[in-house]
């Protein structure tokens, strides 16, 4: 059975920092690429991180560059998404995926909240 379990989200004054945890089981989880989307109340869900399965090659969203980081610990089966500087407009859920390219596989968390305010 499939799980992604997120972990970790919180409410966080403008500034602040916090780390997402995604522990992943029921799946080969080094041939998945791994990423973190957000959704903020209204707004669709946006790409905001993701990361290959064995080199671990980055990329993330123009609106977090620079303040956020992606790294997965192959042995552990989880995927993290270190925020720094977090901002009001960084509200949202925040939701791992798992995607394997070319066979249409695609795993969800259930989301995990993430509220900055002071």
């Known amino acids: 059975q499939v799980q992604l379990v997120e972990s970790g989200g919180g409410l966080v004054q403008p500034g602040g920092s916090l780390t997402l945890s995604c522990a992943a089981s029921g799946f080969t989880f080094t041939s998945y690429m791994l990423k973190w989307y957000r959704q903020a109340p209204g707004k669709e869900r946006e790409l905001v991180a993701a990361i290959t399965g064995a080199f671990g090659m980055t990329n993330y969203a123009d609106s977090v560059k620079g303040r956020f980081r992606i790294s997965r610990d192959n042995a552990k089966n989880t995927v993290y998404l270190q925020m720094n500087s977090l901002k009001p407009e960084d509200t949202a859920v925040y939701y791992c995926?798992?995607?394997?390219?070319?066979?249409?596989?695609?795993?969800w968390g259930q989301g995990t909240q993430v509220t900055v305010s002071s």
């Open positions: 995926n798992a995607h394997r390219n070319g066979f249409g596989l695609d795993y």
